[in-house]
């Protein structure tokens, strides 16, 4: 089995920039496809940016293009998010995600089964 962890979630004004980090464990070398979401309160869970295994491009909403950059160090099994400009929109709970197989698309979250708990970002004007 395969499991993340997520870390480095906090509070930040306006403007600010954060790091998420998350952390797979397990049968790592299965991983097809990794990638964030995120929900706010009382609104859906929405895709945020995507990493294939075999791809180094990532794949963003159109809400966090040119301000969101994700990547991946092999050697520690770690998926960031590097998060500058940061606006009160963005605060929500952030989930990392993983697919062991294709999938229809990297934005579809029901084709990922393994989540992580979480990591809050909090987004202050």
């Known amino acids: 089995q395969v499991q993340v962890v997520e870390s480095g979630g906090g509070s930040v004004q306006d403007g600010g920039s954060l790091t998420l980090s998350c952390v797979a464990s397990?049968?790592?070398?299965?991983?097809?496809?990794m990638a964030w979401f995120r929900q706010a309160p009382g609104k859906d869970r929405e895709e945020v940016a995507g990493l294939y295994n075999d791809d180094r491009r990532g794949y963003y909403a159109d809400s966090v293009k040119g301000r969101f950059a994700i990547s991946k160090v092999k050697a520690n099994n770690t998926l960031y998010l590097q998060m500058n400009n940061l606006k009160p929109d963005d605060t929500g709970m952030y989930y990392c995600?993983?697919?062991?197989?294709?999938?229809?698309?990297?934005?579809?979250?029901?084709?990922?089964?393994?989540w992580g708990q979480g990591t809050q970002v909090t987004v202050s004007s």
């Open positions: 995600a993983a697919a062991l197989a294709q999938v229809r698309g990297w934005r579809v979250a029901d084709d990922y089964p393994i």
């Open positions: 397990g049968y790592t070398h299965k991983i097809y496809l």
